[in-house]
C-alpha cells in the first residue's frame, strides 16, 4: 500500500504544476497541522492506529497528487473537492440550495466519509483513504472559492496579474497569498494557532452547512473586489491576507473538532 502511494507521490511532484490545488502544498499542510495541535487524546491515538505514525500534514495533500494517476482510478474524487453555488441571499437559502445539489461534490462527500470512518465494517484500506481525503476536502471546504460558483469554476475562469504574472483568481486563492509569506507551513501553523481555548470553541461551533456557508459568504466578497482582468499586487495582499489567515486556522480548528466527534 505505502509504495503505491510512493510512487504516486514522486508522479505527482513532476507533474504538479499542471494543476490548480486548493491551498497549494503549504495551505493544506498548515491546516492539518494545526488541527493536530487540537487532536483529543482518544482521537490522536485512533488516528495513530489508522494512520500510522506519519503526521496529518504528511497525507495532506494526497487527494491533489492522485490527480496525477493516469489510470483513472480517481477520476470520481474530481468533483469531492468543491461545491458549485450560485450567491444566496441567506443561510436558510443557502442550505436548500446545498442540499439540492446533484451528484457527489465536497458537501456529500464529507458526511459519506465520515460515515465509511465510523462504520466498523469499512476495511482498513478504506478506512484510511477516506480518512486521507477528510483531512484534505475540511481543507478545501475553508478554501472560499471551492464554494465559489459554477460560472467561473470557483475563480479559474477570472484572469487576473499577480505582481505582473498572468494567472487567475482560484490560484491566487490556493497558493500565492499563503506563498507570499514566506513561511514553512509548522512556522505558519504556529503562528496562527493562538486563539484561547474559548475562542477555539465558538470557531468550532456549527454545523457543516454553517462552515460551508462562512467560506461561502468570503468567496462572495472576493468576487465583488477582485473583477476579471484584474491588477493585484500589494494592495490585494493587504487587504486579504488577514482574511486568508482566518480561513487557514479556521479550517485546521474546524478538522480537528470533526475529527475528535468522529473517534
Not at 499542510?29 to 505514525?53: D, P, T
Not at 474559548?198 to 454545523?207: A, L
Amino acid at each position: 500500500m505505502k509504495s503505491i502511494y510512493s510512487k504516486i507521490l514522486i508522479l505527482a511532484f513532476i507533474t504538479s504544476s499542471i494543476y490548480s490545488y486548493a491551498w497549494g502544498l503549504a495551505g493544506h499542510r498548515i491546516i492539518a497541522e494545526i488541527a493536530e495541535n487540537h487532536l483529543s487524546g482518544k482521537a490522536r491515538r485512533e488516528i495513530k492506529k489508522i494512520m500510522g505514525k506519519e503526521r496529518l500534514a504528511y497525507w495532506a495533500n494526497w487527494p491533489d497528487f492522485i490527480k496525477s494517476d493516469t489510470t483513472g482510478a480517481w477520476k470520481q474524487a474530481s468533483a469531492w473537492h468543491y461545491v458549485n453555488i450560485d450567491p444566496q441571499t441567506d443561510f436558510k437559502a443557502f442550505e436548500q440550495n446545498l442540499k439540492a445539489q446533484a451528484g457527489a461534490n465536497l458537501y456529500t462527500q464529507i458526511k459519506v466519509l465520515s460515515s465509511q470512518i465510523k462504520d466498523e465494517k469499512t476495511s482498513e484500506k478504506d478506512r484510511k483513504i477516506a480518512l486521507i481525503f477528510l483531512i484534505h476536502m475540511m481543507g478545501d471546504l475553508s478554501q472560499p472559492l471551492h464554494v465559489g460558483r459554477a460560472e467561473d469554476l470557483g475563480g479559474n475562469k477570472i484572469n487576473v496579474t499577480y505582481f505582473g504574472d498572468k494567472t487567475n483568481l482560484h490560484s491566487v486563492w490556493d497558493g500565492k497569498l499563503v506563498d507570499s509569506q514566506k513561511y514553512s507551513y509548522t512556522e505558519y501553523a504556529k503562528l496562527l494557532d493562538i486563539k484561547s481555548k474559548d475562542e477555539v470553541v465558538k470557531i468550532q461551533t456549527g454545523t457543516l452547512e454553517d462552515w460551508l456557508y462562512d467560506s461561502h459568504k468570503i468567496a462572495n466578497t472576493i468576487y465583488a473586489q477582485t473583477p476579471n482582468d484584474s491588477k493585484l499586487s500589494y494592495d490585494y495582499q493587504y487587504k486579504f491576507n488577514e482574511t486568508m489567515e482566518r480561513q487557514l486556522l479556521y479550517g485546521g480548528l474546524r478538522l480537528a473538532k470533526l475529527l475528535n466527534d468522529l473517534f
